[in-house]
């Protein structure tokens, strides 16, 4: 059995960080950081995989410099990293970058049907666009069921079978619009993890080894059975019409509370018209 | 054109009939709009079925949904089904020519971005508060998922605190480490203004206050009208789910603290002292 993690490398939040005109991020080596929130899914796919008797593979897509967010994994004891890399996959939008993710599990299945994929684990959102919809877009693709925003996941090997009632399942639980609720799926089956669940753990002088023998596998989108026009601008259904940075905020202005600071705030407020005071 | 389909959680009593109203001028901007509504208790997936099957016979291209972490995972099982477009945290809405057009924010609020949809789409929207209109509302009925499901052991709900939910507050006070565990005075100035009461990741962490006040990334993203940020040091995730805000102002012990710096109004102040004082300055001019 095995377990997919989905990892992406992102520009650091706290670096400069731009669009292109066509709306695309610019990506600089030197700010790139793996995702901070693929560290709770990273660690909950480990002990998932642990749970189940599973093996982990790590799937992350992007230009070149993006497979150290899947060396990352490695180095915490990922049995193996993919890196789907493909000139032909720039523009791609969300429903496009999930049809590449399901895809690559697919071609994990398909070559080795004794082996399948129990649970696919994702971070809550990537911190470049915030968007959070790509794990449920995967499941969708796969047709498994989907837990996203999870704040715990609980594996229970059952019977060792798939799909069936008395076989692997996950509860999960997760905060809701109004409350919290607790969800249990057979699996297989695709959680996205808040990050809150759990710190990643510092890789083993062990993994660390492994990880500088493991080879990286990287994927063209032809070795995963899509066509070009599939991916990328040509297959996007969504795309950026336009994107402009917004004009700076105006100079702050200053007030040192010398005993009258809240008095002034009210002033403030009551000038820019955001608060009633008379009738 | 085909109709917009706007669809709400909750069922005929339980939606929220400003913030529908809010969802349905943003959609007006790009056609005609038709209210469904799905039930609260359902799953992602049922509430997807039930969607798809209504999208399919009305024959109606787009849907627009309230954007919430629930709702995400809805848009992307109908987007799927739909083979639609999606655009995730539109604030507006506009039709040019065959093309839907979502207008967002990005990079922390710092830039502005449109996306475009040809054919079926999906937008999950963060409408502006809009006056509340007369709403047809119809329910759909449940239908069933394809497949396997996940299965609802326990839900618990929140007992509001009676202030608007922190995702569609025009007004929001925030409060972070500096207010040294006693929130009372970020709830006096919220409440003077009609706003709601906000946090960081750190003093929920700590048990001051629910998790559902968390601002920021990983907590809700917010653009109101107001954010008021007192003792709270403006660390780049929960700058990320504030940045946007139409008007900022903080309220912090040291002048170098970087929320200072995206501020429009700086207090350098203690958090307490100057939120208590607000709230009173506002309750005493009314009563005059
Ligand atoms: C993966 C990840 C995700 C995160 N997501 C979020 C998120 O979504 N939202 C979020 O908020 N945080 C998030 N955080 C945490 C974030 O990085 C900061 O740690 C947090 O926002 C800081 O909270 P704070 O401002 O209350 O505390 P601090 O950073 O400790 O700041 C306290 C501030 O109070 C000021 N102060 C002290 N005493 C007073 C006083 N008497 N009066 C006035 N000012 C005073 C200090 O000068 C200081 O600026 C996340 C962190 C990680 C690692």
């Keep these: 059995m095995r377990v997919v993690v989905l990892v992406k490398q992102v520009p650091d939040i706290s670096s400069d960080r731009s669009l292109s005109s066509d709306g695309r991020l610019e990506r600089t080596p030197t700010t790139a950081v793996l995702n901070e929130l693929d ?29 150290a967010a899947a060396r990352k994994a490695l180095q915490v004891g990922a049995a193996l990293g993919i890196h789907v890399c493909d000139d032909a996959l720039a523009g791609s939008d969300v429903v496009g970058t999930a049809r590449v993710l399901a895809a690559a599990i697919r071609l994990l299945e398909r070559e080795d049907p004794q082996d399948p994929v129990a649970l696919v ?5 990537a911190l470049d666009g915030l968007g959070s919809v790509v794990p449920a877009l995967v499941a969708a693709e796969l047709g498994w069921p989907i837990a996203s925003y999870s704040a715990t996941v609980a594996i229970d090997a059952g019977d060792g079978t798939l799909a069936s009632a008395g076989g692997a399942h996950a509860t999960i639980t997760r905060a809701t619009d109004h409350g919290s609720e607790e969800l249990r799926t057979s699996l297989p089956a695709v959680v996205s993890v808040t990050d809150t669940i759990a710190a990643l753990r510092v890789p083993s002088f062990a993994t660390m080894l492994a990880a500088r023998k493991a080879t990286l596998r990287t994927l063209t989108v032809a070795d995963l059975g899509l066509a070009t026009d599939d991916v990328g601008v040509a297959g996007a259904r969504a795309t950026i019409a336009d994107a402009r940075p917004r004009p700076p905020r105006p100079p702050v202005q200053v007030v040192t509370d010398t005993g009258s600071a809240g008095t002034e705030l009210v002033d403030f407020l009551v000038a820019r018209g955001l608060v009633e005071v008379s009738a | 054109m085909s109709t917009i389909t706007v669809a709400v959680v909750g069922g005929i009593d339980g939606i929220d009939r400003a913030k529908t109203s809010a969802l349905v001028a943003l959609a ?33 291209d787009t849907l627009v949904l309230a954007s919430s972490h629930r709702a995400k995972e809805l848009a992307a099982l109908v987007a799927h089904a739909r083979g639609a477009g999606l655009v995730v945290d539109a604030h507006a809405l506009e039709r040019e020519g065959d093309r839907l057009v979502g207008h967002k924010r990005e990079l922390g609020g710092t830039w502005d971005v449109s996306c475009a949809v040809v054919g079926p789409a999906v937008v999950l929207a963060k409408p502006p508060p809009a006056d509340e209109v007369e709403l047809t509302l119809v329910p759909l009925p449940e239908a069933d998922v394809v497949g396997r499901d996940v299965e609802v052991l326990s839900r ?37 203004l009609g706003g709601a009461v906000g946090a960081t990741r750190d003093i929920v962490e700590d048990g001051w206050i629910g998790h559902e006040t968390m601002v920021g990334q990983t907590g809700t993203i917010i653009s109101p009208r107001l954010y008021i940020g007192a003792g709270i040091s403006g ?54």
Aim: aromatic share 2%.
């Design chain 1, 39 to 67: 560290e709770g899914g990273l660690e909950t796919a480990l002990r998932s995989a642990d749970a189940l008797g599973a093996s982990l593979v790590a799937i992350t897509m992007g230009p070149e410099q993006a497979s």
């Design chain 1, 121 to 125: 684990v994702a971070g809550m959102s």
């Design chain 2, 28 to 60: 007006a901007r790009a056609g005609d709009v038709a209210v469904v509504t799905l039930e609260a208790a359902w799953t992602s997936a049922r509430q997807a079925a039930a969607l798809v099957a209504h999208l399919d016979a009305a024959g109606s």
């Design chain 2, 156 to 192: 618990t709900e929140h007992a509001g605190d009676g202030r608007p939910a922190l995702a569609d507050a025009t007004v929001v006070v925030a409060g972070g480490r500096g207010l040294e565990g006693d929130l009372t005075p970020v709830q006096a100035l919220a409440d003077a």
């Design chain 2, 235 to 288: 660390a780049p995730h929960h700058r990320l789910g504030m940045q946007a805000s139409e008007v900022i102002v903080a309220i912090n012990i040291d002048a170098d603290a970087p929320i200072m710096e995206i501020a429009d109004f700086a207090v350098v102040g203690s958090a307490a002292d100057v939120l208590l004082q607000a709230a009173d300055e506002i309750a005493a001019r009314r009563a005059r």
